[in-house]
């Protein structure tokens, strides 16, 4: 994230709590979506998110319900969020190291971060998956330090390349940690052995840590890409639908929602919006031009 932060979206353009809620009806009652994830920007901060969660586990069929949160605030929301039926989360935690956190965030809650995953965990909310971006140069020594800690506490680590989709353009591929890097070191301190378990539309290829039953993920967008297995739908806060992380068109909602659209003609809508998902990325293409929405304003 930039030091200066990014505009906050007018309050107008954002779905309400009741239409959150009815797209993800549709989708479920119309689209076959059977797994929903709220992410962000930080979803923690949404003060309707424990409604919106509530209602959507009355959904029939009922979906799986999953958070991806920075963590700074899931100590005190944890419990909650588990008894309104939210399953499980996903926390963001690049370091170890709390003068590190505080460097890369311009936030000193590397404490607050560790007190909510430990929170999710005792509220039951597993399995805790962690996220980790390793950047060349500035925690790219911690691959080892990161998994042998999850190791220890039942948690499930997942590394994922930097991807361009950062705010200020700057990303380079020579600059990145590629998956291989990734698994060169953590192959110097632990036995990985390629895990057998189905993956699916899953976009993490994991192995089997010193054997198992405990395991390792990478999700290697860039170096190797899994768009032909993707069956991934995101949902903006301004009712934006978006067919891949890295499209650059997108697909309103939000208008014809607001017009009076069915549900039929909004369930249309969404179908036609994945149809003509790009087979691919494109990210090695020469003319690959990054999205004007940065992660934080996609949702990972």
């Known amino acids: 994230m930039p030091a200066e932060g990014l505009d906050w979206l007018p309050k107008p353009h954002l779905l309400s709590n009741d239409e959150i809620v009815r797209l993800v009806r549709i989708a479920v009652g119309s689209l076959g979506i059977r797994e929903v994830r709220f992410t962000g920007g930080e979803p923690l901060l949404r003060p309707g998110l424990l409604d919106v969660v509530s209602r959507c586990v009355r959904l029939e069929p009922r979906p799986s319900l999953s958070i991806t949160t920075n963590g700074i605030g899931l100590a005190r929301l944890a419990e909650p969020l588990r008894e309104c039926g939210l399953e499980r989360v996903n926390v963001s935690l690049d370091t170890l190291r709390p003068a590190r956190f505080q460097a890369l965030s311009r936030r000193d809650r590397h404490a607050d971060v560790i007190a909510g995953i430990d929170a999710a965990d005792a509220a039951g909310l597993r399995p805790i998956k962690l996220n980790t971006v390793l950047m060349r140069g500035i925690n790219d020594d911690e691959a080892t330090d990161l998994l042998r800690w999850c190791l220890e506490r039942g948690y499930e680590l997942r590394f994922i390349e930097q991807m361009p989709l950062d705010p200020g353009h700057v990303w380079r591929r020579d600059a990145m940690v590629t998956a291989q890097e990734i698994l060169d070191q953590l192959s110097a301190d632990f036995e990985l052995t390629p895990d057998d378990e189905v993956r699916g539309s899953a976009p993490a290829e994991t192995w089997l840590v010193n054997g198992g039953p ?87």
């Open 214 to 300: 405990a395991r390792v993920g990478i999700i290697a967008s860039v170096t190797r890409p899994f768009c032909g297995r993707c069956d991934r739908t995101r949902l903006t806060a301004d009712g934006q639908i978006r067919n891949c992380l890295f499209a650059r068109e997108e697909t309103d909602l939000r208008t014809p929602l607001r017009e009076g659209a069915s549900d039929e003609e909004i369930a249309a809508l969404w179908r036609g919006a994945q149809r003509v998902k790009k087979a691919g990325a494109g990210i090695d293409d020469p003319t690959f031009l990054q999205p004007a929405r940065p992660m934080s304003a996609i949702g990972g």
